[in-house]
């Protein structure tokens, strides 16, 4: 049997400002609340996975991490830049404006965080 994430809630102080951020950072379709579910505000990030943002009075924060391609990346740092958003090369330094160039993962990667303390990882070739 094939194991695969359908979906995952994410908390966040405003799950309409949290997933609006997320959607246009990477680029996805913004849909607005659940129809059946209005406690949640889904953003579909592929076929098989979709986020659930929901409010919540102390939100955690989460680390997402996300397999992508060259293009996806580029254009996430090229929106993240636009909007003078911050992100980094370090989990911990998510806010110093590099990309690192040398992931352990292979490839590059980059890290930007919403104002719920999510944290966003995105890994490309």
Do not use: K
């Not at 929901?54 to 090229?78: K, N, S």
């Amino acid at each position: 049997m094939t194991i695969t994430l359908n979906h995952t809630i994410v908390t966040a102080a405003d799950n309409d400002e949290a997933a609006r951020f997320f959607a246009s950072v990477m680029g996805l379709r913004y849909t607005g609340a659940h129809p059946h579910a209005r406690h949640f505000v889904p953003i579909r990030v592929n076929d098989s996975l979709t986020l659930d943002f929901l409010t919540v009075a102390h939100p955690q924060g989460h680390h997402l991490a996300f397999d992508v391609d060259a293009v996806t990346f580029d254009t996430a740092v090229e929106r993240l830049d636009a909007r003078e958003l911050p992100y980094g090369d370090e989990p911990a330094h998510a806010d110093n404006g590099r990309i690192d160039h040398d992931h352990p993962l292979g490839g590059r990667g980059v890290y930007f965080s919403d104002a719920s303390g999510n944290l966003y990882e995105l890994i490309a070739p």
